[in-house]
C-alpha cells in the first residue's frame, strides 16, 4: 500500500469516526440477518466469525445472538473500537476486536466459518480490493460463508471527484458525507470477478436499490444501489 494509500485510509477511519459520533447505528441490516438466518437454517457450524469495519458493533451483537463465539472484528477506527466496546459490555469475554486490516492477517488461516464484510471492501483502489478477499479466503475455513455489499456506478456521488483510477474515485465536497473517501464502485461483473478471482464463489446475488429526497430541496435526488453478494470459500 503506498503512502497515499496510508494517508487516505487515516483520512477514511477519522471520517468514519466523527460520523459515529453523531448517529451510531444501534440495529442489524436486515440483509445481514437475512445472510446469518440462512446460514442457521442449512446447518452451517456456528463457530469463530469475523465482521470486517464493525463500526458500532451492531453486526457483532447480531452474530453473538445467532451463536457464533467468539465474534471478531477488525476496524481502522479507535472510535469506532471504543463505541463497539461500550455498546458490547457485557459480552466483553466473547469478543476479539482488532484496529487492523484484513491485509494484517491478524488471525491465523482458517479461523473463521463465517464472515460479514458490510460496506467496506469498496474503499480502495482495485489490487487493494483483490488483497482484501485473498486475505479473506486464507483466514477462513474451506467452506466458510460470506456476505458482502458493494456499490456499482448507477449511485448519485460517481464520479463526484478526482478520478484515481477506472471507477476510483477520491471524492470531493459534492459528495456530501462521502467527502475525503476512497471510493471504489464496481459493476455486478466486476464484483464477481474480483470475488471468485480469489476463491470465493458466489451462490447468491441480490440487488437494493433506494432514492432519497430532501423536502428542504426538492432538486436534490439520490440514487442508491448495491449489489449484495452471498459465498462460499472454495
Not at 489490487?127 to 475455513?141: E, K, P, S, V
Not at 464496481?186 to 478471482?197: F, K, M, V
Amino acid at each position: 500500500m503506498s503512502s497515499t494509500d496510508t494517508q487516505h485510509l487515516a483520512e477514511t477511519a477519522r471520517l468514519w469516526g466523527d460520523a459515529l459520533s453523531l448517529h451510531a447505528l444501534e440495529y442489524p441490516d436486515e440483509h445481514v440477518v437475512r445472510f446469518l438466518a440462512a446460514n442457521r437454517a442449512a446447518g452451517h457450524p456456528n463457530g469463530a466469525a469475523l465482521d470486517v469495519g464493525f463500526g458500532s458493533g451492531r453486526h457483532l451483537a447480531a452474530l453473538l445472538r445467532f451463536g457464533h463465539l467468539p465474534a471478531c472484528g477488525l476496524e481502522i477506527s479507535e472510535d469506532a473500537k471504543a463505541t463497539a466496546e461500550a455498546m458490547l459490555a457485557g459480552a466483553a469475554d466473547h469478543l476479539d476486536l482488532r484496529l487492523a486490516t484484513p491485509l494484517d492477517r491478524p488471525w491465523p488461516n482458517g479461523t473463521f466459518g463465517t464472515i460479514v464484510d458490510w460496506g467496506t471492501s469498496f474503499l480502495a483502489r482495485r489490487a487493494d480490493m483483490h488483497a482484501h478477499f485473498a486475505a479473506l479466503h486464507a483466514m477462513a475455513r474451506p467452506g466458510a460463508r460470506l456476505l458482502v455489499n458493494a456499490r456499482p456506478p448507477e449511485n448519485w456521488f460517481f464520479g463526484l471527484g478526482e478520478a484515481l483510477e477506472p471507477g476510483t474515485w477520491l471524492l470531493d465536497e459534492r459528495a456530501g458525507p462521502y467527502a475525503g473517501m476512497t471510493y471504489g464502485f464496481c459493476t455486478e461483473a466486476e464484483s464477481r470477478e474480483i470475488l471468485e478471482s480469489n476463491g470465493w464463489r458466489v451462490d447468491v446475488a441480490e440487488r437494493y436499490e433506494w432514492w432519497k429526497h430532501r423536502a428542504s430541496d426538492p432538486s436534490h435526488r439520490e440514487h442508491h444501489v448495491w449489489n449484495i453478494f452471498r459465498c462460499e470459500r472454495t
